[in-house]
């Protein structure tokens, strides 16, 4: 009967990840880690698991929108040609543009008073 040994992975449920990287890239994770006070170990694994996380609420996103046939046939048929922009969004575009130059007149296309938001 064979005996099988454990690793010490095994032994503590923990694994182990190696990576094979330049000195130039080394320094520049080590920097990273040294000015957010932490290890490269701690670093590494702390950006990688955000990372993964990431996209695994990207996939759960996108999984997570169901359409039928005909919803997707409209969904890219506005996407190829959406339509042209109402009053009300056009009014608001104004204000975002007024908004982004600093500008503040309250007055909107047409002469509207702009409602705060």
Request: aromatic fraction near 2%; proline fraction near 3%; charged fraction near 30%.
């Amino acid at each position: 009967m064979a005996i099988r040994h454990n690793s010490d992975a095994e032994n503590t449920g923990r694994g182990r990840i190696t990576a094979r990287l330049s000195a130039e890239k080394q320094a520049v994770l080590q920097l990273a880690a040294d000015l957010s006070g932490s290890t490269l170990n701690q670093f590494i694994v702390q950006s990688a698991l955000q990372a993964a996380e990431r996209v695994i609420e990207q996939e759960e996103v996108i999984r997570s929108i169901q359409l039928t046939v005909e919803e997707s046939k409209r969904f890219f048929a506005l996407l190829d040609e959406p339509p042209k922009p109402n009053e009300a969004l056009q009014r608001a575009m104004s204000r975002l543009r007024n908004k982004k130059s600093g500008s503040t007149d309250s007055k909107a296309v047409g002469g509207r008073r702009s409602k705060s938001l």
